[in-house]
């Protein structure tokens, strides 16, 4: 394994990736610029917080489909495309504001807008590195472009924060569009080579259930989404707030603003660079817990502090903290999710992390509203404290189920004429199990029906014929042909090795006799011979066009 910037050596992830780091701080000026404009023009802690619920409500709202977009369509042309919508609000904004026509409600939603563009562009532009540097370089790469954000987050907002002091929030507006045009350059010049799929891509709303029912059916992504919620609801108030806490607590200005961010930033630097030792010092739930505890008792500090000399060194030490469980969950999730739905799985954390901030700002704002921010800052410390039970309620698994591909499977013989879109596809197993093996054979069965579900199939069963107490029969549904070939091509080798744990329970350790059977044969065929079917572009074999 190479070193840290080994990947920068790759020419179109270096310039890619150079230019991401300008991009984040474009995008980190922009919340600064918002914020500050807010507390200008309004003041309420409401409508304060409310302009992060803006900028982040996006994720939760499209982060998905847009993982499913960015598994099925040419990643570049998707990424392109967002950078584009992305300058253009940003644009918009600066223009509105130049004109003295900005109002809160405009915006809010310009950087409703804004965060619409990056939300459809993230899921593309991270699960795009695995094409921009060789697999033995990637950990490198994925590591590099979260010190990329972390870089924008510790200096970003101390620049917009001078840029807002300096020539106000429209310069930081004009200077957020100057900033998306780099990356857009960048991955124009990206010369990707297209895949060739054996199949066809799936459809967008076909993909997105197919990474919802991923979600479902894996243990781990549902902690992982169910913590990032809770923890972004009880943390939101810090970015939330920090307009407020900079005017009232601390009695400063829009310098003062971004200093105090910068502050924030800086803390998850420190944090990222100490994760590879805290790691090693502690398990991962006691590191966890730890994080979350200290965040907590840290934000309660930082509600009575009137000073900056107190104020940022409880900020460094929130934003180390902050970046601790959020960053463990995002391994958890890399770690579980096979090549296949990754855009999809890392799109559900982020739609978890950032529907949770964003639910948690306007959750935050109301109460500062009602008791001051200071108190409402408070109490989000305690929220942050009842967080530490998560590692104890929803506990990560100590192992991890290895999630290479396996070897692909050779396709079934079909000799029924049938066309992708053909289906149902029904699939019956027999196995053949010894009467005084049938607990542990059901037991290792139990493993194999998640992985069946979650890659593809639906209305799994296990049945026991009664008139022959050897013979057992697995049974699953899959939509379509396609759908069924998919499944087979999705297993890993962690899956892999849970069937075979099934299979070492029978009396001869392999499968019985496999029926492939297509339900309502009738009414899945087309009327007429030359009809066209609109499902099937290539032969199976064949090679499918990029899209």
């Known amino acids: 394994m190479g070193g840290t910037f080994t990947p920068l050596r790759h020419p179109d992830f270096r310039r890619i990736w150079s230019a991401s780091l300008l991009s984040n701080f474009g995008l980190l000026i922009n919340g600064v610029g918002a914020g500050w404009a807010m507390t200008e023009m309004s003041g309420r802690p409401a409508q304060v917080a409310l302009v992060q619920s803006a900028l982040l409500l996006p994720y939760m709202l499209f982060a998905v489909p847009a993982g499913a977009i960015s598994d099925t369509y040419d990643r570049r042309k998707v990424g392109i495309a967002m950078l584009l919508f992305a300058a253009a609000s940003a644009s918009v904004l600066t223009t509105t504001a130049w004109l003295g026509l900005l109002t809160p409600p405009l915006l809010l939603a310009l950087c409703f807008l804004s965060g619409t563009a990056n939300a459809m562009f993230a899921p593309a532009w991270q699960s795009s590195v695995s094409e921009q540097v060789p697999g033995e370089d990637l950990p490198e790469a994925v590591a590099l472009n979260s010190v990329s954000y972390n870089i924008a987050r510790s200096f970003g907002p101390a620049v917009g924060g001078a840029i807002v002091a300096a020539a106000g929030a429209v310069a930081a507006f004009g200077v957020t569009a100057v900033c998306y045009l780099p990356i857009t350059l960048a991955l124009y010049l990206w010369k990707r080579e297209p895949d060739t799929p054996r199949l066809p891509p799936e459809r967008i709303g076909g993909a997105i259930l197919s990474g919802l029912r991923f979600a479902w059916h894996s243990p781990v992504v549902r902690r992982v989404i169910a913590r990032s919620v809770l923890f972004g609801m009880a943390g939101a108030s810090i970015s939330a707030l920090m307009p407020l806490i900079a005017r009232d607590l601390m009695g400063g200005q829009a310098a003062t603003y971004g200093i105090l961010l910068g502050a924030f930033g800086l803390g998850a630097v420190i944090g990222a660079l100490a994760m590879p030792f805290l790691s090693r010092l502690m398990p991962t739930e006691a590191r966890m817990a730890g994080s979350v505890a200290v965040l907590g008792l840290a934000m309660l500090a930082l509600s009575r502090s009137h000073s900056n000399l107190a104020a940022i060194p409880l900020l460094i030490l929130c934003g180390a903290c902050w970046l601790q469980p959020q960053t463990q969950c995002n391994i958890e999730l890399q770690s579980q999710a096979p090549r296949w739905v990754s855009g999809r799985a890392l799109a559900s954390f982020q739609a978890a992390a950032a529907g949770g901030i ?31 039970s998560l590692s104890w309620l929803m506990r990560f698994p100590d192992h991890r189920i290895d999630t290479a591909e396996s070897a692909p499977l050779q396709d079934p013989e079909a000799r029924l004429a049938i066309t992708g879109r053909s289906g149902p596809i029904a699939i019956e197993v027999e196995y053949r199990v010894d009467p005084e093996r049938a607990r542990a054979f059901y037991t290792a069965m139990l493993g194999v029906a998640p992985f069946r579900q979650r890659n593809g199939a639906y209305q799994w069963s296990l049945a026991r014929d009664i008139s022959d107490d050897h013979l057992w029969v697995e049974r699953f549904t899959c939509p379509t042909w396609h759908d069924y070939l998919r499944q087979r091509d999705r297993m890993t080798l962690g899956e892999q090795a849970l069937l075979q744990a099934a299979l070492d329970e029978t009396l001869d350790g392999t499968f019985g006799h496999v029926r492939r059977l297509l339900e309502r044969p009738v009414g899945s065929v087309r009327w007429r011979a030359e009809s066209r079917d609109n499902g099937l572009t290539a032969p199976l074999n064949g090679a499918w066009p990029d899209r």
């Open 358 to 388: 964003a639910v948690g700002s306007w959750l935050w704002g109301r109460v500062a509203e009602q008791v001051g921010t200071a108190d409402a800052l408070g109490l989000s410390g305690f929220a942050m404290l009842a967080c530490v």
